[in-house]
Nanobody
Framework: QVQVVESGGGLVQAGGSLRLSCAAS????????MGWYRQVPGNQRELVAA???????NYADSVKGRFTISRDNAKNTVCLQMNSLKPEDTAVYYC??????????????WGQGTQVTVSS
């Protein structure tokens, strides 16, 4: 059974930093994109950053230059380093693990979410 578990959320002042971590277990994730999404109540969940199985990264325009995503394939983990945080970054952040190979593309797993709150 696949499990996706996030950690590292919390409360931080504007301009500060947080590091989110996500660990996936229960399968081999070599052929998966690992990424982070966020959601504010009343809004759709939006992509923050993702890294494919081939190491290609993608960032939302709003976080480019401030956030960095990285993955460790040996440990099945993905991290999101968030710097220069702004109040508008406040949201629940979700880790997503999604197949990006013909053999895994139907698989799509989510963590339970972790709250990030940035005070002004």
């Amino acid at each position: 059974q696949v499990q996706v578990v996030e950690s590292g959320g919390g409360l931080v002042q504007a301009g500060g930093s947080l590091r989110l971590s996500c660990a996936a277990s229960g399968s081999v994730f070599s052929w998966y994109t690992m990424g982070w999404y966020r959601q504010v109540p009343g809004n759709q969940r939006e992509l923050v950053a993702a890294v494919t199985s081939g190491g290609i990264t993608n960032y939302a325009d709003s976080v480019k230059g401030r956030f960095t995503i990285s993955r460790d394939n040996a440990k099945n983990t993905v991290c999101l380093q968030m710097n220069s945080l702004k109040p508008e970054d406040t949201a629940v952040y979700y880790c997503n693990v999604k197949g990006d190979h013909i053999l895994t593309r139907k698989n799509d797993y989510w963590g339970q979410g972790t709250q990030v709150t940035v005070s002004s």
